[in-house]
């Protein structure tokens, strides 16, 4: 099956500073989101983005779909913003099975 | 309903037992997910409906693990016999399915066998 690697596994950073969370996927897709489980562990839908780029306030998303990755852009972060981010990719439009990576853990120090 | 609504929160059971842990998909949603996660880990595709097309089962772990589900409502996943390795946080999600692909989760189940 299609394999989702994200990197950095873990990754502190003073509030306020920016962040890249990077997603590698081995096959096309046709359908690739970005998640945030808080520390409660929700989870919460950022971006829909097998293509393109999108930007949501001070998050971004940017899919480079025939090199295979994808990439999330946190700017001034705050502690809120910790969590783990998750990638989850799908292959079959209409019948999607979305993998998911192994995401990466981040922590925001005040 | 306004989110996808999961039941019970916490379940706490004795190994041998059979579970049966509730989804309630966003209203309108064709689309439902099961996945489980272990404590620190990614999440595990356990099972897919579309509609009224045959369910993808594929990520289903053993024959102890079922999932049905009523139209495009309500669906059920029954754990039979349970293990303690089954402990971990079911989580169900749903999509539209209507062209909007983005998936909405609920709050999961937290499943503990002793």
């Known amino acids: 099956g299609i394999q989702v690697e994200q990197s950095p596994p873990d990754l502190i950073l003073q509030e306020g500073a920016n962040s890249t969370l990077r997603c590698n996927f081995s096959?096309?897709?046709?359908?690739l989101q970005w998640f945030h489980q808080n520390p409660w562990g929700q989870l919460i839908n950022l971006f829909y983005i097998p293509s393109g780029t999108k930007q949501n306030g001070r998050l971004s998303a940017t899919t480079v779909a025939t090199e295979r990755y994808s990439l999330l852009y946190i700017s001034s972060s705050q502690t809120t913003d910790s969590g783990v981010y998750f990638c989850?990719?799908?292959?079959?439009?209409?019948?999607?099975?979305?993998?998911f990576g192994t995401g990466t853990r981040l922590t925001i120090i005040p | 309903g306004a989110g996808v609504s999961q039941s019970p929160s916490n379940k706490v059971t004795e190994k041998g037992k059979d579970v049966e842990l509730r989804c309630d998909p966003i209203?309108?949603?064709?689309?439902l997910y099961w996945y489980r996660q272990r404590l620190g880990q990614g999440l595990e595709f356990l099972i897919y409906?579309?509609?009224?097309?045959?369910?993808?089962k594929s990520g289903l772990p053993s024959d102890r693990f079922s999932a049905e589900r009523t139209g495009e409502s309500v669906s059920t996943l029954t754990i039979q016999r349970t293990q303690q390795e089954d402990s971990a946080v079911y989580l169900c999600?749903?999509?539209?399915?209507?062209?909007?692909?983005?998936?909405?989760f609920g709050s999961g189940t937290q499943l503990s066998v002793l």
């Open positions: 409906f579309q509609g009224n097309s045959a369910p993808d």
């Open positions: 989850a990719v799908g292959i079959n439009f209409g019948n999607e099975k979305l993998t």
């Open positions: 209203s309108g949603h064709t689309a």
């Open positions: 096959d096309s897709v046709n359908n």
């Open positions: 999600a749903s999509r539209a399915g209507t062209g909007d692909e983005k998936l909405f």
